[in-house]
């Protein structure tokens, strides 16, 4: 842990850490209850662009964590979207206002994956070192803090949810050309041991692969190699699907590895319906935690009222109170 620290004109709280079983702050459990935050459609409400917006609504949902992800244009060139400028000044505003008003960030950093994949570069295979150092050595615009040195950040989630391992056969968004990509599974684990320890290498903030999905099959990924990391701070699943009947298996893992794990990412569209997602969500929660889930983030927050939306927020008051009802 590390002590309070006034930085920027904000006192820095403790470091979050794996503490066995558990997520701790200074020595003591914290939970980590949260949802993503993409720049989504609705950006007058919620999203990157209004940061403001956006901490209201988490606040009204009794939330302690924002995921921010999905701050790139992932069709853009992997040379230069990464460390775009105008991209980053919103993350900083982000991570600064959630800061501001005790909340937690989970820094997602799959997007660089997508921008490699959409343009024909295995990210699998790729070296992250130049992205993973300049994300680690970038300093906020509002606080002052490094992004590797800050302790808002609870977690940076590297690439969760990798596809099934084979070959892939696709016309890549970037340029529209033809492209083959195909990794193994020891592809995926190298991946995740080399990526990992070159966050270690430069970061203090705690880290771990992303969640993970596609493991309640032979889909040919080694998540118990993988989670077992010494680098791996935290498992990390998302709970789409048969993967939500799946996570005791992977909370028992777990335990026996002696490492806390987390639900990053759950979600339904509102065609559901409010009331059966407001059923679903408690569901979930009923299922992870007594499985000794160290923390959640549903998939979205925002205020978007839309069929295919998988949006949680005013326009849908029962799931919303769902959420409520679940704080820690």
């Known amino acids: ?35 993503s935050e993409y720049q989504s459609t609705s950006p007058a409400q919620t999203g990157v662009d209004n940061v403001a917006g956006t901490v209201a609504l988490a606040r009204e949902a009794k939330l302690n964590t924002l995921r921010v992800i999905n701050f790139y244009d992932s069709k853009k060139s992997p040379t230069t ?64 803090r490094t992004y590797g040195a800050d302790p808002t950040i609870a977690l940076v989630s590297l690439a969760g949810e990798p596809l099934q391992v084979g070959t892939y056969n696709y016309a890549a968004k970037a340029t529209g050309a033809d492209c083959t990509i ?21 970061g203090q903030v705690s880290v771990n692969t992303g969640g993970l999905g596609y493991l309640n099959f032979n889909s040919g990924i080694d998540w118990r190699t993988i989670f077992a990391l010494p680098n791996n701070d935290v498992c990390d699943i998302k709970t789409y699907g048969g993967m939500l009947d799946y996570a005791p298996t992977v909370a028992s893992y777990c335990a026996g590895i ?10 339904w569209q509102q065609s559901d319906g409010d009331a059966a997602r407001a059923a ?39 799931t919303l109170a769902a959420v409520q009802e679940g704080a820690v």
């Open 258 to 267: 002696n490492k806390p794990w987390i639900d990053e990412e759950f979600g």
């Open 182 to 202: 195909t990794y193994g599974t020891q592809d995926l684990t190298d991946f995740y041991t080399r990526t990992l320890a070159q966050w270690k290498a430069v």
């Open 1 to 35: 842990t590390c002590p309070p620290t006034n930085v920027g004109g904000q006192v820095a709280p403790p470091y979050i850490r794996p503490c066995g079983r558990q997520l701790c702050a200074a020595g003591l459990p914290w939970h980590l209850y949260g949802a």
């Open 81 to 144: 979207e990464p460390y775009n400028e105008a991209r980053w000044a919103k993350v900083d505003a982000m991570v600064a206002a959630a800061g501001n008003a005790g909340m937690r960030v989970v820094l997602g950093l799959a997007d660089y994956r997508n921008i490699l994949w959409n343009n024909c570069i295995n990210p699998y295979t790729a070296d992250w070192g130049q992205f993973i150092a300049y994300v680690a050595a970038r300093r906020n615009t509002v606080t002052g």
């Open 280 to 318: 679903a969500f408690r569901h979930t929660l009923d299922v992870v935690r007594p499985a000794g889930c160290a923390g959640e983030a549903f998939w979205n927050m925002g205020n978007q009222e839309a069929a295919t939306s998988y949006d949680i927020g005013r326009p849908t008051p029962l």
